[in-house]
């Protein structure tokens, strides 16, 4: 059984700054790539930070230059460094990490079950 829990999210004023987490459990045999997705209340999900077991990383437009995302492969872990953060960032931050489990014949995608981040203004 795989699972994915993120931690991190909260309340935080315009400017701010917040960091995720997000730890894939169980029974792994290989984590491919992990990233974050965000869905804000009547908008669609979309794709927020992606990053690759070699460390290439692909983050969206809107957040480039505040966002990092980083991963402790040995741990299977992920982070997202969120910084200067905006109103319109508000939002429930999902994890996912695209792998083949224990006993599996491919690669699947696990999400785990998201975190709130609020940003006042």
């Known amino acids: 059984q795989v699972q994915l829990v993120e931690s991190g999210g909260g309340l935080v004023q315009a400017g701010g700054s917040l960091r995720l987490s997000c730890v894939a459990s169980?029974?792994?045999?290989?984590?491919?790539?992990m990233g974050w997705y965000r869905q804000a209340p009547g908008k669609p999900r979309e794709l927020v930070a992606h990053i690759t077991d070699g460390g290439t990383t692909n983050t969206a437009d809107s957040v480039k230059e505040r966002f990092t995302p980083s991963r402790d492969i040995a741990k299977n872990t992920l982070y997202l460094q969120m910084n200067s953060l905006k109103p319109e960032d508000t939002a429930v931050y999902y994890c996912?990490?695209?792998?083949?489990?224990?006993?599996?014949?491919?690669?699947?995608?696990?999400w785990g079950q998201g975190t709130q981040v609020t940003v006042s203004s």
């Open positions: 996912y990490a695209y792998l083949i489990p224990n006993g599996g014949s491919g690669y699947y995608n696990y």
């Open positions: 169980g029974s792994i045999i290989r984590v491919e790539s």
